[in-house]
DNA sequence: AGCACGCCGACT
DNA sequence: GTCGGCGTGCTC
């Protein structure tokens, strides 16, 4: 007999719809309807209507009340398979969050035209042939079932078939995927951003038959971006491929997720409720039992945790393979010049091969300018902003508002001559070119980021993270900001850093010369030594004697002073270790961050989801004084930010 | 979010 | 007496 009952997910971002409401199910729809379907619903006795999906069929209801009848079956795909909905569910409910938030973030628009030409299509398959995992040891068996796995990449370079340069990881992946698809099964991998999916897609392209990719990133149409979520409800072999919301692509014979790099920013979901790419990756990887690969070039402190609790088994390559690192300190050596005579020469000889990759800290030209008389910094005077210059004989302009400051005067002095402190990679491509008379200097930064470099002569001065490619690896590698990223107060800085310099050094050709300028002590040492697990157990250990993440968990709770003191106060005492604030913050509200166990954190969640709920409720106040200004009035709950300032 | 229900001031 | 203000709470 056809079920009566539709239980339905709302698609609303409102706390209080994020329950199941049962529905009847016309008639009309009983043959058609199953666990999954996109619906349109009717919400207070007819009034309006909303999205959702189905997310169980019953015979039965508990609701008390009448059930008002479904109004829309908007089509029978069962687009929000039943493993998605299980992990949006969990990983909504760990953040104080929505489910239909992260429903969102899995399942992407429909579009007609392609669902029809899907349904219509016959699914695809093709036979892979597994490679093996090539230098790592046989026993290190990554795939079973269940297996959770920190994986230390080669930091090598490598040749596709199809003669395109790639990182040594993105193939080894690669091989881990073609198991997988041997089987007959599905692997996610996800990765943080463009360059980094560009490289699995070349080390796919000449090992599996295309019909077997499935991309999903927000850059693509929307309608190739729908087929491929499609192709993944297909049974049979497939690679999904994708950055951070590719771990909540449906796929219901998962074997593994691949997660790459799980310290890069770019995992960090910035819509609420900010759940990371990490996290995600890991209930999932609970909920499926499928094994869980996290790979990187240096390990993330957050990672190394698991290691030590026994969550994830540490895997390293056969043989320790480390690029050739050089380390210069200028203060030390006498040589205080930005660029020191080491970097420099190491430059000039390894020109004469190829292309030589110089990483710097900052983009623009001048980031930081101050008073030349006083050097007082300067600042924006709309919002006290430090001002940088981003092109020669351009204003300067605020680097947070982007006000320009065409006419600045020195609050202090009075002086209207600046004096430019730092160097961006602006200025840096300058200074080489004159020093280089005759080479071609190429800049790569977050505005204009560059993918490939050929082989060829080149000085390639790129920001962190911002780093090409270079055909056939970089002759030497200059990391020239390393004091000046080092400086930069966040809790992370020392092992970002490492992070940004290991992935540099990867790039360079085998043999080719890494010099790190500026930077000594244990921070060095681990990184011309490649022993980046050991220097994450270190920070994990000093971050437990002061009981920073990840030793322990935060949440961040922001929102106006009333509702953030008393989400606060909500809070069992006995649930969390301390409070810290609240402080204010620039947009007018306050924030306050409250430290607890991780076992405490379903307490925790649940309260603070608790919270949420009464103050979207409550929170309608008159309409707003007079006056336009209004403070962030939403209550914000933010679990695990990687940005706490110490 | 919308929209209804509900309990106090100016109106026919 | 009633019409309607928007504060409060709910949405199958």
């Known amino acids: 007999m056809a079920a009566r009952v539709a239980r339905v997910m709302i698609d609303s971002p409102v706390p209080a719809l ?20 996109r619906v349109r619903v009717p919400l207070r006795s007819g009034g309006r209507l909303a ?9 039965s209801t508990t609701f008390d009340g009448e ?12 687009i929000l398979a039943p493993e998605v909905w299980r992990v949006a569910r969990t990983v909504a409910d760990r953040a104080a969050g929505s489910a239909s938030d992260i429903v969102r973030l899995a399942v992407p628009k429909r579009h007609v035209r392609v669902e029809k030409a899907w349904l219509e299509a016959e699914p695809s398959m093709g036979a892979v042939e597994p490679a093996p995992l090539e230098g790592y040891p046989a026993s ?14 080669i930091p090598q370079l490598s040749t596709t078939e199809d003669g395109a340069t790639i990182g040594r990881w993105a193939q080894s992946a690669v091989e881990l995927a073609t198991q997988v698809l041997a089987r007959g099964r599905k692997i996610i991998i996800a990765v943080p951003d463009y360059r980094d999916l560009g490289q699995v897609l070349s080390a796919l392209a000449p090992r599996v038959p295309p019909a077997l990719v499935s991309r999903l990133d927000a850059k693509q149409p929307a309608a190739q971006r729908y087929r491929a979520f499609l192709e993944c409800l297909n049974a049979g072999p497939r690679v999904i491929v ?13 074997d593994a997720i691949l997660l790459w790099d799980d310290g890069d920013d770019l995992h960090a979901e910035p819509l609420a409720p900010y759940v990371h790419t990490r996290d995600a990756a890991l209930v999932r990887q609970q909920d499926s039992g ?55 020469k190491t430059a000039r000889s390894a020109l004469d091969a190829g292309p030589v990759l110089v990483q710097v800290a900052r983009p623009g030209y001048a980031p930081v300018v101050a008073c030349q008389r006083c050097r007082t910094g300067a600042r924006c005077a709309a919002c006290g902003g430090p001002l940088g210059i981003r092109k020669p004989g351009r204003p300067p302009e605020c680097t947070l508002c ?25 200025r840096t491509t300058e200074e080489l070119g004159r020093a280089f008379p005759g080479t071609s200097v190429i800049t790569s930064d977050g505005d204009h980021p560059v993918e490939r470099v050929p082989a060829k002569p080149a000085l390639v001065v790129a920001t962190r993270g911002a780093e090409p490619i270079a055909e056939g690896g970089y002759r030497a590698v200059l990391l020239l900001d390393g004091d000046r990223m080092l400086a930069r107060e966040a809790l992370t800085i020392a092992s970002d850093c490492l992070r940004w310099w290991s992935n540099a050094a990867a790039l360079a050709a085998t043999g080719a010369p890494v010099v790190l300028v500026g930077v000594a002590g244990r921070l060095g040492t681990a990184f011309a030594t490649w022993t980046s697990h050991a220097f994450a157990a270190e920070e994990l250990a000093d971050r437990r004697e002061l009981g920073f993440p990840p030793a322990v968990r935060t949440v961040s709770v922001s929102g106006d ?23 204010e913050l620039p947009d007018g509200g306050v924030r306050s961050i409250v430290r607890f166990d991780y076992s405490a954190g379903p307490e925790v969640a649940r309260a603070l989801r608790a919270a949420i709920i009464a103050n979207a409720t409550r929170r309608r106040r008159s309409p707003a004084a007079k006056g336009g200004y209004r403070p962030p009035p939403t209550l914000r709950i933010r679990f695990d930010e990687t940005e706490l300032v110490t």
């Open 67 to 78: 059930l008002s009848e479904l109004d829309d079956l908007i089509s029978s795909v069962p």
């Open 18 to 37: 994020d329950h199941l409401f049962d529905y009847a199910i016309p008639p009309v729809f009983a043959d058609d309807i199953r666990v999954g379907c």
């Open 242 to 254: 994708g950055n951070r919301s590719a771990v909540y692509a449906p796929a219901s014979d998962l």
């Open 561 to 583: 002073l009333a509702a953030v003191e008393s989400a606060v106060a909500s809070l069992d005492t006995t649930s969390y270790r301390d409070v810290l604030g609240p402080s």
């Open 290 to 344: 499928c094994a869980l690969i996290l790979m990187s070039h240096a390990r993330s402190v957050e990672s190394e945790r698991l290691v030590e609790i026994g969550w994830l088994r540490s895997v390293s390559p056969e043989r320790h393979v480390q690029p050739r690192v050089v380390l210069t300190n200028p203060a030390v050596d006498g040589d205080a010049a930005r660029i020191p005579s080491t970097a420099w």
């Open 51 to 59: 999205d959702g999906y189905v997310v169980e069929l019953a015979d």
């Open 402 to 426: 982007g006000a320009i400051a065409a006419e600045w005067r020195c609050d202090e002095c009075g002086d209207t001559h600046l004096r430019l402190v730092s160097r961006g990679s602006a």
């Open 140 to 153: 290190a068996d990554l795939l079973s079932g269940g297996t959770r796995t920190a994986m230390s990449a």
